[in-house]
């Protein structure tokens, strides 16, 4: 196991079209985190999974966001009817779970480009 | 709501110097954890240096160093003897000592290192 794995890399839509990226986690971690990072801005959280149940939500998850992780292993992050403004950078991290752990890995990140 | 600010967006620093990027955070919390990440070009953020809050020594990790400072809410980092290497965006990070353990992140301080 490499790390945190995101696919695809770099995606280019049309605004109106809907976009699906995903991300692979580190195999044994339990924790999956979604953030949005803007040019110029640090990651900002979206939404967080344990296991296979979403615990949080983020107000910047409008109801045109939508994430999965089924089973508790890999996530999937759905934009529908994306918007100019949902360009940006989707990183996904991964931690283990228990009392004092805080290191998240993080992925390489899916670019969104929406024009 | 808890934020962290990082005042500078650019610094420079030149080969084998030493260099301070500073951020500061706003909490009410007793309990959290401070971070700095390391965030190179096209690559995936990795994580530099921890902080526990409760812990009155400064956490070091070979020529990372931090200046903890929790009544002035001040978490700095020092990179001695700076490589090529070192050349990055740097985001200072928090995350309370709830159960989320989702990181807020400043806005980041891109570090050029000249040769």
């Not at chain 1, 605004?15 to 924790?31: A, K, L, M, W, Y």
């Not at chain 2, 709501?1 to 909490?27: G, I, K, R």
Request: proline share 3%.
């Amino acid at each position: 196991d490499t790390g945190v794995s995101q696919d695809p890399r770099h995606k280019i839509t049309k605004r109106g079209q809907n976009v699906t990226f995903r991300c692979d986690p580190i195999s044994e971690h339990n924790r999956l985190y979604w953030y949005r990072q803007t040019l110029g801005q640090g990651p900002e959280f979206l939404t967080y999974f344990q296991n296979e149940a979403q615990l949080e939500k983020s107000r910047l998850l409008s109801d045109r966001f939508s994430a999965e992780r089924p089973k508790g292993s890999f996530s999937t992050l759905e934009i529908q009817r994306t918007e100019q403004g949902d360009s940006a950078m989707y990183l996904c991290a991964s931690s283990l779970a228990w009392v004092g752990n805080t290191e998240a890995f993080f992925g390489q990140g899916t670019r969104l480009t929406v024009v | 709501a808890q934020t962290v600010t990082q005042s500078q967006p650019e610094m420079s620093v030149q080969e084998a110097e030493t260099v301070t990027l500073s951020c500061t955070y706003d909490t009410s919390e007793s309990d959290y954890y401070l971070f700095w990440y390391k965030q190179p070009p096209s690559r995936q953020m990795i994580l530099v240096i921890r902080q526990e809050a409760y812990k009155q020594q400064n956490a070091t990790e070979n020529r990372f160093s931090v200046n903890f400072q929790k009544a002035a809410k001040s978490f700095s980092l020092k990179i001695s003897d700076s490589q090529l290497g070192d050349a990055a965006m740097y985001f200072c990070a928090y995350i309370d000592g709830g159960a989320t353990n989702k990181l807020i992140f400043g806005t980041g301080t891109l570090l050029a290192v000249q040769p």
